[in-house]
């Protein structure tokens, strides 16, 4: 073989080469997004990469053994949330170019209904001298499901004469309420509320609720 010939072997091998790459990296999906459910009947997810130009969603009524897709089911890349006609079923989400390819991985499939229900603060007031003399106890109660979640935690938010809300507090979620002793020894004005959390599984806030301590 002459060297004018294995130049252009080499060439044309090094071209195809070079083909193959750039089509690899054309083909290459974007990472997929990580679909959560929320209360009362939402899909949201976070992205940090360029939009696709829609995300379609996909849904299943046979326990995911075959997805599809209804006609309206889809909305513009810079969403982050969509809401399903109902939230029984298995969605999941992917984003697509303007052709309808999909360019990033299909995300998890989860169900709208499942999402953390908020808890309900339904009670609450103040007690004086109940555990220390000149001292005011105040107690909250609240109603949560936790269809299906495991006991874990309640976090207990407050706020002092209407400053901002600090995490003040953290119960067993099976708890029904929570009980501040010795919590003021003048008026002072508590709004409280609370949150489901199970490691990084958090829940939406509940309603505030307010305790006004006027001598």
């Known amino acids: 073989m002459t060297k004018a010939l294995l130049n252009w072997t080499r060439k044309g091998w090094l071209a195809a080469w070079l083909q193959d ?11 997929a997004p ?3 459910p929320l209360y009362p009947s939402l899909l949201v997810w976070e992205w940090n990469l360029a939009n696709p130009y829609k995300w379609n969603v996909w849904l299943t009524l046979d326990g995911g053994a075959t997805y599809f897709m209804p006609e309206d089911y889809w909305a513009y ?10 939230g029984s079923q298995l969605h ?13 991985h299909r995300s998890n ?11 309900e603060i339904n009670g609450g007031t103040y007690e ?17 499901n936790h269809a299906g979640h495991p006991v874990a935690q309640m976090e207990v938010w407050l706020s002092l004469n209407n400053g901002p809300f600090v995490l003040h507090a ?10 501040y002793p010795q919590a003021a020894n003048n008026e002072t004005t508590f ?3 609370v949150r489901y959390r199970n490691g990084a599984t958090v829940g939406p806030f509940s309603n505030v609720y307010r305790i006004d301590i006027q001598v």
């Open 92 to 104: 999941f989400i992917v984003g697509v170019d303007a052709s309808g390819k999909e360019i990033t």
């Open 77 to 86: 890349g810079a969403a982050r949330q969509f809401a399903p006609d109902g």
């Open 21 to 31: 790459r750039r089509r690899a990296r054309q083909h290459k999906l974007l990472p």
């Open 191 to 193: 709004d409280f509320k």
């Open 128 to 144: 004086w001298e109940s555990t220390e003399a000149g001292w005011w106890d105040v107690y909250i109660d609240w109603l949560f």
């Open 34 to 36: 990580v679909l959560v």
């Open 170 to 179: 953290t119960v067993s979620s099976g708890n029904p309420g929570y009980y």
């Open 109 to 119: 499939a989860v169900r709208p209904d499942d999402a953390i229900a908020p808890p």
